[in-house]
């Protein structure tokens, strides 16, 4: 309210300031709608070309035959990445051996990524701009390169939005 009649007391009438912030947010609105197109079609693109293969497939036989606590602290490859067991046996549990809930689970945390950078990009400031920038990265066909193989996915995907997520509670704070 205060902004309101900050506006109307410099000579502009309400309408107008409501104009401006119904402008204001229909590029909000155009900017979810584009990001959730792009993460739909990132979905439906990875789905159509796709599915487990090599790794995946030894992971699943792993989770197969062990418990899940045993599971979440051995080493993959030299390395120790419980979420990525996590996320395996959860997808298995769910539906085994389906490629389209273990994308739709990517899909979700892209998706949490760009609500996060959009976050932040507003709490810098950036207003017009944070909106172009985030639909610049909702649409980058580079993303697919690390989203097409499931155990590469695993690992990056929820990795960059918990990026995403400590960038903005960092600026936040």
């Known amino acids: 309210m205060s902004v309101l009649r900050a506006q109307y007391a410099c000579g502009e009438s309400i309408i107008q300031v409501r104009g401006h912030m119904a ?3 229909r590029s909000a609105l155009l900017t979810f709608l584009f990001s959730a197109s792009c993460v739909v079609a990132f979905g439906c693109f990875i789905i159509a070309g796709n599915d487990f293969n090599n790794d995946d497939i030894d992971n699943f036989t792993i989770i197969r035959q062990g418990n899940l606590l045993q599971l979440m602290v051995t080493p993959l490859h030299g390395h120790w990445s419980p979420f990525h067991r996590f996320s395996t046996w959860l997808v298995y549990a769910i539906a085994p051996m389906r490629f389209e809930p273990a994308v739709i689970l990517l899909m979700i ?3 949490g990524t760009l609500v996060y950078l959009y976050a932040t990009l507003r709490k810098i400031g950036l207003d017009l701009s944070g909106k172009v920038i985030t639909c610049a990265y909702a649409a980058c066909g580079l993303l697919i390169y690390g989203m097409i193989w499931w155990a590469n996915a695993q ?7 918990l990026c995403a997520a400590a960038i903005y509670h960092y600026i936040a704070w």
Do not use: D, G, K, W
């Not at 690992?155 to 939005?161: F, I, S, T």
């Open 23 to 25: 402008i204001a947010n």
């Open 155 to 161: 690992l990056r995907v929820p990795h960059v939005l």
């Open 109 to 111: 945390f892209h998706a």
